[in-house]
């Protein structure tokens, strides 16, 4: 059932990659753009609790994965093992975590703070509205996507990064997860196509147990 799921995630992110345009290949540097949030890791905080039933082995296109729990145990995946968290915040209605693939993406969850009982529908058309008003542009829209518990619409936005010598476009995944309990935004942020991390980023979407 777990590599079904983890399959079927898997084409859905592949459709989100249609018209993105750009190289299929890695940054050769951090050459990611963030649309959320920020800040200093507090080296001496532990952001994780360790779950043994969530680990999963290695195999021939995955590494290892670990079973961790997230945001106060709120969350609990399954992540590759040589992922680092880059960032982090659990106060109260802003809680993210931010994780650095050494395969050059990063992978983030955010905590959003929509009306419990609020139709599903008006989420994702508030989520869509706050995301055009920052100035990305929608390549694809509504995917369904599932996790181990929750339901989720993927979305493939593209953004104009200012830098220098000169601006670049970027690319990221973003999927709205929805439990009985909160709504979730998990943002993979990724240059081009998302083809060669698609596998590894749907083993840990379909994970995910959310609370």
Known sequence: MQSRSVALLSTALAVLAIGCGGSPSAPKTDEVFYLHGGGVIDKDRSWEVYFPKLDREKTVTLPRYVGVGVLDGDVRLSRPIDWTIRDADYTAERRFIQYQSPRQFTFSIYERVDPNR??????????????????????????????????????????????????????????????????????????????????????????????
């Open 118 to 211: 609020e139709p599903w529908p008006d989420v994702l058309k508030r989520y869509e509205e706050e995301t055009k008003g920052q100035g990305a542009t929608l390549l694809a829209n509504r995917q369904p996507i599932g996790t181990a518990n929750s339901q989720g619409r993927a979305y493939l936005m593209r953004t104009t990064v200012k830098a220098k010598p000169k601006p670049y476009e970027a690319y990221s995944t973003e999927i709205l997860v929805r439990s009985e309990e909160r709504v979730l935004l998990v943002q993979i942020v990724h240059r081009g196509h998302i083809d060669p991390i698609g596998e590894e980023v749907a083993q840990a979407v379909s994970s995910m147990v959310v609370y």
